[in-house]
């Protein structure tokens, strides 16, 4: 205990003695500990020489660069090459917009992008995981950047501007092992390019196993391609966000074609653009569905009834797990939720599934936070949130199911 408390101040204070007492292995678990605590982990890599590389492992493991830090970035690599091994997980965000501030923003780390020494894909030999946000994607800059990184399993595009569709079906065959696809609000992509451009001859085919989409052009528009072309059968788990209900029977018709091998699924559903697109629709079966969750967002309180009466109509008969992901806009409308359709829908699909478990998330966002996840929601006062448990509990209990229902507040939204 006095040792991990000694490690609440300054390394640099430790004495040799105090450092010796242990041998090297227990110091990397000590360390292991602190992976998320940046300044503690950078007085511990000048603390110690054996203490270093533990230290720079877990520093560099997730690199966030932009226009103001590309150019050190560069120069941290080019001095001390063998920390490009440490780079697990990277992110890269830059700016596009109409002041002039950020368009000079987003006209500096592209000129960082362009001009990335080609040896940068070998020292970033661990990279896994890219995010890409606000930035201006063509075909040369898949080419000479964002291809090179070959080794990444996920990857991320936020609010990113593709010049052309052929940008990214480049940019995916570039990634032989991916495994994870991440598109929120990509919404320039060039309609005149054809969805369907072929698979490249001779190349290693992604096996996607996980997909997330956000917007409605990328709601549609990226899975019609990989169902075009082979790309979706190893596809097990999927989100389509805010899906406008207009939409209904395209986002079924995927679903279709996903169903042999999904498994989990997670969707939310947003405004008809018309009256005349409300309808009550059925979604296609799927057989083999063990976990659903279904997104309400109080602020969209017109698509909760809708979305409902979905849920009656849904055939997942090997369903164990449904989530409520409840979004609330305010304290006041967290108290519009209705718990006893809910608990009425979760009672529907117990009766023809082996439900084992009905969860409600429950959180709030303010509309100040924007749309990127990394942004922290506020917290409504805990009042709010013993008041809907117990609301939900009733409406469960008449029900029959309150030994298969829980609640959680989720922290940040």
């Not at 060039?190 to 997909?211: F, G, K, N, R, W």
Request: with cysteine; net charge negative.
């Amino acid at each position: 205990m006095k040792l991990a408390v000694s490690l609440g101040g300054p390394c640099s204070e430790m004495t040799p003695a105090l450092i010796d007492i242990l041998p090297p292995e227990l110091w990397d678990c000590i360390l292991d500990c602190l992976y998320d605590d940046k300044p503690s982990l950078r007085q511990c890599s000048l603390a110690a020489r054996n203490w270093r590389p533990r230290a720079q492992h877990h520093l560099f493991r997730s690199i966030y660069i932009d226009w103001s830090t590309c150019d050190a970035f560069t120069r941290l690599l080019e001095s001390n090459p063998s920390l490009g091994a440490h780079v697990v997980n990277m992110e890269i965000e830059g700016a596009f917009g109409f002041f002039s501030l950020d368009r000079l923003h987003g006209i500096t780390l592209d000129k960082w992008l362009r001009a990335t020494p080609a040896s940068f894909s070998h020292i970033l030999g661990n990279l896994t995981k890219l995010d890409l946000a606000l930035i201006t994607i063509d075909v040369d800059l898949v080419r000479c950047v964002f291809g090179c990184l070959t080794t990444v399993t996920q990857l991320t595009l936020y609010a990113c501007a593709l010049t052309s569709f052929d940008a990214f079906t480049e940019l995916f065959f570039s990634y032989p092992r991916m495994k994870c696809l991440n598109i929120a609000w990509i919404q320039e992509w060039e309609t005149s390019q054809s969805q369907h451009t072929p698979v490249p001859q001779d190349v290693a085919i992604p096996e996607l196993e996980v997909v997330v989409f956000t917007s409605t052009r990328d709601n549609l528009k990226v899975p019609r391609w990989l169902i075009s072309q082979g790309l979706h059968r190893s596809i097990h788990t999927a989100t389509f966000w805010r899906v406008e209900w207009q939409h209904f029977t395209p986002l079924s018709l995927l679903l279709a074609a996903l169903a042999p091998t999904l498994r989990n699924l997670r969707v939310g559903w947003d405004h008809a653009v018309t009256p005349d697109d409300w309808s009550h629709p059925v979604m296609t079966p799927l057989p083999f569905l063990t976990s659903l969750t279904v997104d309400f967002h109080t602020g969209r309180a017109v698509t909760i009834p809708y979305t409902l009466f979905l849920l009656s109509r849904l055939s997942v008969p090997a369903l164990h797990s449904l989530t409520f992901a409840i979004t609330c806009k305010d304290a006041v409308t967290s108290q519009e939720v209705p718990w006893t359709r809910l608990a009425e829908a979760s009672a529907r699909i117990a009766r023809a599934a082996p439900l084992k478990s009905v969860v409600v998330s429950a959180g709030v966002r303010d509309a100040a936070d924007g749309v990127n996840p990394v942004f922290p929601g506020r917290q409504l006062p805990i009042e709010v949130y013993e008041l809907m448990e117990a609301r939900m509990v009733q409406a469960f209990v008449a029900q029959g199911l309150e030994r298969m229902v829980s609640f959680v507040a989720r922290p940040e939204v």
